[in-house]
């Protein structure tokens, strides 16, 4: 049967205690009833399936593409650094934006303008080109998959969510590991400008679905924009980003990091205690007075550290340590996307089991623990207990991922979906990055630390002593989890 967009219903007067007379914009919600369309779940899967690959399959065809386009492969990382800084300054405003124009609307823009700017990107002949269309691409992509996200949110009902929620974020566990081998493969065998090109299909055909099948989630009484605060949340965004990023891949020099990230943090604060004392602010206080909400938000920014550490640690390990060829390396780290796909499909019945708290503490020992363990591979250890580990650690972390992402929205109220969404994409964007910086600042550590060591020795005792301290980190996070509620709603 065709889709076909739903029909809009009776218009009715909304209540929101958050909105002050003489601010609020009405407008006709098209709000129909929860559709359980699988279509649905697979236009958002495939919107940030291609939004998590074209991130990662930029970084092996760098080279390729500085030498056609005659410049330093240094110079590339702007493409990187432009795409990385738009998408923060976006993230905060897509929340709104769906509110105001209704999610499908925003979705479809959104998969339209990143599906445009990835042909500008190929079409690029020139560095300069190719940043400007990488902010289009980074436009579109910041709003992309958050909406996305928002609508399955108001699609299904609360106790659906750990469902849904698993089935879309596959694509997150597969996306990520595909991308360098897809990018080296095009570039070897292709050119640099099908990793780009790849997306136009995809986009187009995504946002024709989406447009017929996507319900319109448009909120009846929406208030003004906070523009100021949204000067203050995304300066400090891009700010904290800037920093994290230049102690990992960027290499900035620590004062600049360090500056960047005293700046970022007091522009935080002053955002914090100003949205206490402003009737409609970006992302409501209130929010935080939702427990789950609360405990999800924190736990996801630790948790995330280790988490985002791992996929850059894990292939440098293989190649510099076990000497496996970039190629090898690619292949034992399949049965963690495949052992992740396997996790998502237990996920809803353990949590029905045992509940959120009980679930996400044991579940965060035992995730720190399997990345702690990746300190006691050496070359003697069999390839079958490497592949093990890879598995149960790609088990237990895409479960974690589900869990963390469900309890932070599952007890929101309806008015507050949409900030609620968007700050956990943020928080997500901001400790991905942060663990990407803290593996680099250790493995900068740790090569002091060990320099007087014989050069196999310290290059084991360098990595070997990062997912230690990776591990540990995680681990703190089971404290944060235990405060969560046993039961939700």
């Known amino acids: 049967m065709p889709c076909r967009k739903p029909d809009l219903p009776r218009v009715q007067k909304a209540q929101n205690s958050d909105v002050i007379p003489g601010d609020e914009k009405r407008v006709i919600a098209d709000m129909p009833a929860p559709r359980r369309d699988r279509i649905l779940?697979?236009?958002?899967?495939?919107?940030?399936?291609?939004?998590?690959?074209?991130?990662?399959?930029?970084?092996?065809?760098?080279?390729?593409?500085?030498?056609e386009l005659g410049i330093s492969a240094v110079r590339m990382h702007a493409a990187i650094i432009a795409y990385m800084l738009t998408t923060a300054l976006i993230i905060p405003a897509s929340g709104w934006l769906a509110d105001r124009f209704g999610a499908r609307n925003t979705f479809c823009s959104a998969i339209c303008l990143f599906t445009?700017?990835?042909?500008?990107?190929?079409?690029?002949?020139?560095?300069?080109?190719l940043v400007i269309s990488r902010v289009i691409q980074g436009m579109g992509g910041a709003i992309m998959v958050p909406v996305g996200r928002l609508a399955i949110l108001k699609a299904y009902p609360r106790k659906e969510l750990v469902r849904v929620l698993s089935f879309v974020t596959i694509p997150g566990l597969i996306g990520p590991?595909?991308?360098?081998?897809?990018?080296?493969?095009?570039?070897?065998?292709?050119?640099?400008?099908?990793?780009?090109?790849?997306n136009l299909p995809v986009g187009l055909v995504g946002a024709l679905l989406a447009f017929r099948c996507m319900p319109e989630f448009k909120e009846r009484v929406i208030g003004s924009f906070d523009s100021k605060g949204f000067a203050f949340f995304s300066a400090s965004l891009v700010l904290l980003t800037l920093a994290v990023e230049?102690?990992?891949?960027?290499?900035?020099?620590?004062?600049?990091?360090?500056?960047?990230?005293?700046?970022?943090?007091?522009?935080?604060?002053?955002?914090?205690?100003?949205?206490?004392?402003?009737?409609l602010p970006l992302f409501s206080p209130s929010l935080f007075h939702t427990r789950s909400f609360a405990v999800g938000i924190l736990g996801n920014?630790?948790?995330?550290?280790?988490?985002?550490?791992?996929?850059?640690?894990?292939?440098?390990?293989l190649q510099l340590v076990l000497g496996y060829s970039p190629f090898a390396a690619g292949m034992t780290m399949i049965p963690t996307a495949l052992a992740g796909i396997a996790g998502k499909q237990m996920i809803a019945a353990l949590l029905r089991r045992v509940g959120f708290r009980c679930f996400l503490t044991i579940n965060t020992l035992l995730l720190g623990g399997l990345m702690a363990a990746f300190s006691l591979v050496g070359k003697e250890t069999p390839y079958a207990a490497l592949l093990l580990l890879l598995g149960l650690f790609g088990t237990v972390n895409s479960m974690q991922f589900t869990a963390m992402n469900a309890i932070t929205l599952i007890e929101l109220e309806d008015r507050h979906a949409s900030g609620g969404n968007t700050l956990l994409s943020v928080t997500m964007q901001l400790s991905s990055c942060g663990g990407v910086a803290i593996a680099a600042a250790l493995l900068d550590t740790f090569t002091l630390a060990y320099s007087p060591l014989p050069p196999e020795e310290r290059l084991t005792r360098i990595f070997h002593s990062a997912f230690l301290w990776i591990g540990l980190i995680n681990l703190i996070t089971a404290v944060i989890f235990s405060k969560a509620p046993a039961r939700v709603k």
């Not at 445009?116 to 080109?129: K, M, N, R």
């Not at 590991?177 to 790849?198: C, D, K, R, T």
């Open 41 to 67: 779940l697979w236009i958002v899967a495939v919107a940030l399936f291609m939004q998590l690959l074209d991130s990662t399959v930029l970084n092996t065809a760098l080279p390729g593409m500085a030498r």
């Open 116 to 129: 445009a700017g990835s042909l500008f990107c190929a079409l690029s002949p020139s560095l300069e080109t």
């Open 177 to 198: 590991l595909a991308g360098p081998a897809v990018g080296g493969f095009l570039v070897e065998y292709a050119s640099w400008h099908w990793i780009f090109l790849i």
């Open 246 to 279: 230049g102690l990992g891949e960027l290499r900035l020099p620590l004062l600049i990091s360090s500056l960047s990230g005293i700046a970022g943090i007091s522009l935080m604060a002053m955002y914090w205690l100003r949205g206490a004392r402003v009737p």
């Open 301 to 317: 920014t630790v948790s995330r550290l280790g988490s985002g550490a791992m996929p850059f640690l894990t292939p440098l390990f």
